[in-house]
């Protein structure tokens, strides 16, 4: 398993969805998961300690399970089935760890109330992961930009008419 973090939610321009993305530990891999706008805004709230009047959906799960004698202890994301992401809950009750299915949206809203590690699967990761490639044009790019910037400096701009 590959211990992530939260890294950011990401508005998506075609729908109402959002992104999440979890970063790798130690590593420059990312996973974006879509969620939904409620899920995504309870994430970021928790995120930026934003208070609310009375208890959201997760704070009242989390309140709950509390309440009953366990204690989220980690998030994982197990699976990755025709572009369906799938979770697990482990909540410790006593000397017992139960093992809850649930969506990734609502296992990390739980995630960042209980402050518990989140992991990925090795073989979600490897499937869905991605890591940024350098900028391959980057010089090239800078000599046309340094070309064009010294065009530009040789013009005189007295001798251009006026309009």
Known sequence: ?????????????????RIVVLKEIGS?????IWIGPYEAEA???????ME???PLTHDLLFNVIGEMGGEISRIVVT????????????????????DIDS???????????????????????????????????????DEELSAFRDFINTLDLDDLPLQ
């Open 1 to 17: 398993m590959i211990e992530v973090s939260v890294d950011s939610i990401r508005v998506s321009l075609m729908s109402a969805h």
């Open 28 to 32: 420059e891999r990312y996973l974006p």
């Open 43 to 49: 994430i970021a709230m928790r995120l930026r300690d």
């Open 52 to 54: 609310v009047q009375r």
């Open 79 to 98: 699976e990755l089935h025709d572009n369906t992401f799938f979770a697990r809950i482990g909540v410790q009750v006593g000397h017992e760890t139960l």
């Open 103 to 141: 969506r990734p949206s609502d296992a990390l809203a739980l995630a960042v109330r209980a402050e518990v590690p989140i992991y990925v699967a090795d073989e979600v990761m490897a499937e869905a992961g991605i890591t940024p490639q350098p900028d391959v044009g980057e010089d090239s790019e």
